[in-house]
């Protein structure tokens, strides 16, 4: 999710993602969250722009570490 801020009262209009995965660019989107399935475990560096109302630009980005849940298997011991 990126969250846009402004003393200006601007509101956050345009969003483009670049998940840093190799795929192309994605946006720009009217909302502020993208819903994705990594390829694999991360690292990633995930970047967003976004671009208010009043034609603003900000940039950002944060390393991401996805990875599907490892299940663990114990052994299953009965007693009698």
């Not at 994605?26 to 909302?31: A, E, F, H, I, V």
């Not at 671009?51 to 299940?71: F, K």
């Amino acid at each position: 999710r990126a969250e846009l801020l402004s003393g200006e009262g601007a509101t956050g209009v345009a969003y483009r993602w670049d998940l840093g995965d190799g795929s192309e660019p994605r946006g720009p989107y009217t909302s502020a969250t993208l819903d994705y399935q990594f390829p694999g475990c991360g690292p990633y560096v995930v970047r967003v722009e976004v671009m208010d109302s009043l034609g603003n630009t900000a940039l950002a980005s944060r390393i991401v570490y996805p990875c599907p849940s490892e299940l663990l298997m114990l052994p299953l011991v009965i007693r009698r």
